[in-house]
């Protein structure tokens, strides 16, 4: 016998939420959605709609009822909510949502199903993406109908699993490898090398310290927020060769600008395009910026020094994560002689 009935859910965040189910047969006959209501009023009118169709012997249309709108259109929305977030982030949820757009960007949100999201994230496997990319679409696609209240959430249904992916082995540069990129890069990105190599930095820094950053009494620079998953400054200590070199690009104290940046004559993309280049003309294996912070956190832990202290050079902010991804062996534990190869 046809039935329908509401179903009472709360939130992650406590609210409660309306379901309106409905069967056009008897139990063995499968349950359908008939929509998720912020209140118990409107799941009373959408219940009592199909209550009148199912009287008639009508299968309920509810296409012809107002829907919620695209899952394209509440990305938009969601995306412009979020004042919390940084613009590199919200380039990487610009790109996300192009994903989700090309594949489930028409369905209403309150009528999205688990079995779509599931068959989604088989759609971006089956595209190529990583278990990463497709791991952080899907976050994105659960946060945007979080942004529209619907409960419960299909994008965090239990039954979604995400594609098998065995871990890439980190394999950092040998100081060998890496002073022969060094030879063979412009000269403009020296610096910024072998400053990448010491500190452990992400390639970011290149182009985010400014000359106001550098302490030129205690030859240390200083390592923006914004540059640190720890979203915390950190002070680096340079090597003397090191800092000799970078002094010698700056002009006399009364006349420097300090909002200047202090690797004006490299940046973040070209040095990864450049060492990509040396790399190939070497017939080294590639490499590229981040993997000089694998090198500097793996030479670290072979020292002995503890994990803690570790994390706090590199500004780390999950230190299990960071023991368990390098306590692995380099091929190479020499040190980079900066003074020979800036001399």
Known sequence: MASVWIRTRETNKGERRFRVEFRLGGRESRIRYGGTFPTKRLAKLRRDYISAELVHRRVPDLRALPEGRPVATAGEAWLVSRIDAAETTKTRHRVELKRINALVGTRPVDELQPTEVAEFVVGLHEQGYSRGTVRKTLQTLAMVLDH????????????????????????????????????????????????????????????????????????????RAATTKTKKALWIDLPPALADAIESTLPHRRFRDHEARLFADSGADALRTA???????????????????????????????????????????????????????LADEREIDYEALLA
Do not use: M
């Not at 249904?157 to 890439?168: A, F, N, V, Y």
């Not at 912070?293 to 002995?304: A, E, F, K, Q, V």
């Open 148 to 223: 529209e209240r619907v409960s419960p959430n299909p994008a965090r249904d239990r039954s979604i699993k995400l594609p098998r992916e065995e871990r890439e082995e980190i394999s950092p540069p040998s100081a060998e490898h890496v002073e022969a990129v060094y030879r063979r890069l412009p000269e403009r990105h020296h610096l910024a090398l072998l400053f990448l190599d010491w500190s452990g930095a992400r390639v970011s820094a290149i182009d985010q310290t400014l000359v106001g950053d550098y302490d030129e009494p205690r030859r240390r620079v200083r390592l």
């Open 275 to 329: 060492i990509a280049k040396a790399c190939k003309a070497e017939g080294v294996p590639l490499w590229s910026p981040h993997d000089l912070r694998h090198r500097r956190i793996s030479l670290l832990h072979l020292r002995g020094v503890p994990w803690a202290r570790i994390g706090e050079f590199v500004g780390q902010r999950s230190l299990s994560v960071t023991a368990d991804t390098y306590t692995h062996v």
